[in-house]
Nanobody
Framework: QVQLVESGGGLVHPGGSLSLSCAAS????????VGWYRQAPGKEREFVAR????????TYAESVKGRFTISRDIAKNTVYLQMNSLKPEDTAVYYC??????????WGKGTLVTVSS
């Protein structure tokens, strides 16, 4: 089992920045990849960014490329999402996801990001 706890959400003005954290606990050795997803009101959950344990490969949704950066601190079992140049359309609940080597998925409870003037 893997437990994920997100933090760092809040209210920010358009053009501002915010950093999200995802702290993992439990069977962290089994994690193969960690990703961020988001769900805006009335919309389906969508992929934002992902980092793979081996090789440190990072992928991003087209809508956030160049603005968001995913990173990790292995010693702290934490993955971060640095979000810059935020837009109102980035408003959503952001969820952390971990996939283990058996392709099982774990989700955090989410953290709300609101981009508004």
């Amino acid at each position: 089992q893997v437990q994920l706890v997100e933090s760092g959400g809040g209210l920010v003005h358009p053009g501002g920045s915010l950093s999200l954290s995802c702290a993992a606990s439990g069977s962290v050795f089994s994690i193969n990849a960690v990703g961020w997803y988001r769900q805006a009101p009335g919309k389906e959950r969508e992929f934002v960014a992902r980092i793979i344990r081996v090789g440190d490969t990072r992928t991003y949704a087209e809508s956030v490329k160049g603005r968001f950066t995913i990173s990790r601190d292995i010693a702290k079992n934490t993955v971060y999402l640095q979000m810059n140049s935020l837009k109102p359309e980035d408003t959503a609940v952001y969820y952390c996801n971990a996939e283990n080597k058996a392709s099982m998925n774990y989700w955090g409870k989410g953290t709300l990001v609101t981009v508004s003037s």
